[in-house]
């Protein structure tokens, strides 16, 4: 007869996420995950099957977590104001809790040779992003198509290059360089 579980997995994944959030997969050691998430090996393995299995969960989780986020973006109807609460809303993710950067992009950029079907599943959930920016950039009945592709691409390089920047720069600072991405858009 199996045990029964002394704790709650999705506690346990939220404190595992934070230990791969800094380290990233690489860096993350079981030692590690014991050590945060409260549990041994043993329980790790036997819920998870692996720090692998960890690590989806903790990429799954995540996404559950910037779901809401990611659903108001989509269906708003807002035009660049939305984008522009897209920014500020993963900033407010991106110096939680004195973590810097974004899980995903984070992710991304240590998987990104990798063919982790898995992970890499998990990373590309929301490609649209783009489409919908575009959605309502074109909002703006002024600007014409190649603009709008333009500006679509520059945000959308912003929105992915600034999680590595929060890293080394301040909240501040990011909150200015939002303010700036978006003064001629």
Not at 74 to 83: F, L, P, T
């Given at each position: 007869m199996p045990r029964a579980k002394n704790y709650c997995e999705k506690e346990v994944i939220?404190?595992?996420?934070?230990?791969?959030?800094?380290?990233?997969?690489?860096?993350?050691?079981?030692?590690?995950?014991?050590?945060?998430?409260?549990?041994?090996?043993?329980?790790?393995?036997?819920?998870?099957?692996?720090?692998?299995?960890?690590?989806?969960?903790?990429?799954?989780?995540?996404?559950?977590?910037?779901?809401?986020?990611?659903?108001?973006?989509?269906?708003?109807?807002?035009?660049?104001?939305?984008?522009?609460?897209?920014?500020?809303?993963?900033?407010?993710?991106?110096?939680?809790?004195?973590?810097?950067?974004?899980?995903?992009?984070?992710?991304?950029?240590?998987?990104?040779?990798s063919d982790d079907e898995l992970v890499m599943y998990q990373i590309e959930r929301r490609k649209d992003l783009k489409d919908i920016i575009i959605k309502k950039l074109k909002m703006d009945n002024s600007k014409n198509e190649d603009t709008v592709l333009k500006e679509a691409s520059f945000i959308l390089l912003s929105l992915h290059s600034l999680p590595t920047t929060s890293r080394v720069s301040s909240k501040e600072d990011i909150e200015n360089y939002i303010e700036m991405i978006f003064k001629n858009i």
């Amino acid at each position: 007869m199996p045990r029964a579980k002394n704790y709650c997995e999705k506690e346990v994944i939220e404190k595992a996420m934070s230990v791969f959030w800094i380290h990233g997969f690489k860096g993350t050691s079981m030692q590690m995950l014991e050590k945060e998430m409260g549990i041994n090996k043993f329980s790790i393995y036997s819920s998870f099957g692996s720090k692998h299995g960890v690590f989806v969960e903790c990429l799954k989780r995540y996404n559950e977590k910037t779901k809401n986020i990611y659903l108001s973006f989509k269906n708003s109807e807002g035009g660049v104001e939305d984008i522009i609460q897209l920014f500020h809303d993963f900033k407010n993710i991106w110096f939680s809790n004195e973590k810097k950067g974004c899980f995903m992009t984070n992710t991304h950029n240590e998987f990104a040779d990798s063919d982790d079907e898995l992970v890499m599943y998990q990373i590309e959930r929301r490609k649209d992003l783009k489409d919908i920016i575009i959605k309502k950039l074109k909002m703006d009945n002024s600007k014409n198509e190649d603009t709008v592709l333009k500006e679509a691409s520059f945000i959308l390089l912003s929105l992915h290059s600034l999680p590595t920047t929060s890293r080394v720069s301040s909240k501040e600072d990011i909150e200015n360089y939002i303010e700036m991405i978006f003064k001629n858009i």
